[in-house]
């Protein structure tokens, strides 16, 4: 995948019938399904089964097994309750029979209400100044770890540009936050909310454990931790656009028991919050 509209496709699930759907896997760079896919995924298939033009507005989900992807997911959906205003949706994702991944996912009507939110850090470099994970490759590929380089090599329909490079030699602790903008690569003009749905969150799959890595990176890094996304949760405010960069400004609270919490703010570049996620991580050291 090196663009949207691949990611567009792999995202569009195969009806089996009316509450099961089908979809497959394409490597981001490690041995195992990406779990932003199978979110995405997930919510697809979720929101075929909304037939009277409810918007999605938060998402919890667990992930259970590590995804094959050599074999095709399966995707079912529970239609658990169509209110006045709430339509919820609960999805379990199946391979060869074992439950791998499960998503509750709930729907409102468009309403008119109160309105705030918490400010974009004005004082952030901008993507312009920034290099993109592509470019650091090309220059440090050399002296990158081969884990981390191998990540970096796949193809993404994502680019990724971190407002701050972590130097995995310099071995020492960071802030426990980290800011990472990014953009689609391809055309994304007349894409509906669904869709831009499905992709933001997909994005938001990356980057979100390294604010957890940073505050232990005197002794940890990706090489000698076992990490693996826990669950994720998502709650989706507002209407936005793929054809500017956005921020996703991460932190991490806290670590403890082997597990990692970390949380993102989703900004459009002139600073409209579009989306706050929530994750909870292993990183057991070996």
Not at 2 to 25: A, C, W
Not at 134 to 162: C, N
């Given at each position: 995948?090196?663009?949207?509209?691949?990611?567009?496709?792999?995202?569009?699930?195969?009806?089996?019938?009316?509450?099961?759907?089908?979809?497959?896997?394409?490597?981001?760079?490690?041995?195992?399904?990406?779990?932003?896919?199978?979110?995405?995924?997930?919510?697809?298939?979720?929101?075929?089964?909304?037939?009277?033009?409810?918007?999605?507005?938060?998402?919890?989900?667990?992930?259970?097994?590590?995804?094959?992807?050599?074999?095709?997911?399966?995707?079912?959906?529970?239609?658990?309750?169509?209110?006045?205003?709430?339509?919820?949706?609960?999805?379990?994702?199946?391979?060869?029979?074992?439950?791998?991944?499960?998503?509750?996912?709930?729907?409102?009507?468009?309403?008119e209400g109160y309105n705030h939110q918490i400010e974009i850090n004005k004082s952030i470099k901008q993507p312009e100044e920034l290099m993109s994970w592509t470019e650091?490759?090309?220059?440090?590929?050399?002296?990158?770890?081969?884990?981390?380089?191998?990540?970096?090599?796949?193809?993404?329909?994502?680019?990724?540009?971190?407002?701050?490079?972590?130097?995995?030699?310099?071995?020492?602790?960071?802030?426990?936050?980290?800011?990472?903008?990014?953009?689609?690569?391809?055309?994304?003009?007349?894409?509906?909310?669904?869709?831009?749905?499905?992709?933001?969150?997909?994005?938001?799959?990356?980057?979100?454990?390294?604010?957890?890595?940073?505050?232990?990176?005197?002794?940890?890094?990706?090489?000698?931790?076992?990490?693996?996304?826990?669950?994720?949760?998502?709650?989706?405010?507002?209407?936005?656009?793929?054809?500017?960069?956005?921020?996703?400004?991460?932190?991490?609270?806290?670590?403890?028991?082997?597990?990692?919490?970390?949380?993102?703010?989703?900004?459009?570049?002139?600073?409209?919050?579009?989306?706050?996620?929530?994750?909870?991580?292993?990183?057991?050291p070996k």
């Amino acid at each position: 995948m090196n663009n949207v509209q691949d990611l567009i496709e792999l995202l569009d699930l195969k009806e089996i019938n009316q509450t099961q759907f089908e979809g497959l896997s394409k490597s981001v760079g490690s041995p195992n399904v990406f779990g932003g896919q199978v979110l995405a995924q997930a919510i697809n298939a979720a929101s075929r089964t909304i037939t009277n033009k409810r918007v999605l507005h938060s998402m919890h989900s667990y992930f259970l097994e590590a995804g094959n992807l050599e074999l095709p997911i399966v995707y079912n959906v529970s239609i658990v309750r169509d209110g006045g205003s709430f339509s919820v949706r609960r999805v379990t994702a199946e391979q060869n029979g074992l439950t791998i991944f499960i998503l509750s996912a709930s729907f409102q009507i468009i309403e008119e209400g109160y309105n705030h939110q918490i400010e974009i850090n004005k004082s952030i470099k901008q993507p312009e100044e920034l290099m993109s994970w592509t470019e650091i490759l090309d220059k440090f590929g050399e002296v990158i770890p081969k884990k981390t380089k191998g990540f970096l090599e796949a193809e993404r329909p994502v680019e990724f540009k971190p407002v701050d490079l972590v130097n995995p030699f310099n071995k020492e602790d960071l802030p426990s936050f980290t800011n990472v903008w990014f953009k689609l690569k391809g055309n994304v003009s007349n894409l509906d909310l669904a869709t831009k749905q499905q992709i933001l969150t997909y994005a938001s799959d990356y980057n979100i454990l390294a604010a957890v890595m940073n505050r232990h990176a005197s002794k940890a890094h990706w090489g000698n931790t076992q990490t693996a996304s826990l669950d994720h949760s998502m709650w989706y405010f507002r209407d936005f656009d793929f054809d500017d960069w956005l921020l996703y400004a991460i932190e991490s609270p806290n670590a403890s028991g082997a597990r990692g919490f970390a949380q993102g703010k989703i900004f459009t570049r002139d600073g409209k919050l579009i989306a706050s996620v929530a994750q909870e991580g292993l990183l057991r050291p070996k």
